[in-house]
């Protein structure tokens, strides 16, 4: 299964962001979706999933409120918008896909099978 994550790059603080993951070829409707960020010498954190009924959300506290996941099953991919970035935003982002997660399990790394190669964003202050 490939997860194609696009759309990371350099910005400046207060700038806005979207990254895009596609799976081509695969049918992510019951699948859980989510994005996970790892910053240089520090371990990958979870950002924010969505479970695979697309009715329930999750994000970390440190982007709620500043970051929307999103997805299109149709197109089979997800988004994060990424709005007001700040450079402790800085970091690898990758997305990730699991079709056996349970509700409980969407902040845990540890549950999704599939994992993208990783979109780069920095934020400059």
Known sequence: VQLQASGGGLVQAGSSL?????????TISNWSMAWFRQAVGKE??????IFRNGGTIRYADSVKGRFTMSRDNVKAAVYL????????DTAIYYCAAGPRIILSSLRNSRAYDYWGQGTQVTVSS
């Open 81 to 88: 918008q990424m709005n007001s970035l700040k450079p402790e």
């Open 44 to 49: 990958r954190e979870f950002v924010a999933s």
């Open 18 to 26: 979207r990254l895009s993951c596609a799976v081509p070829g695969r």
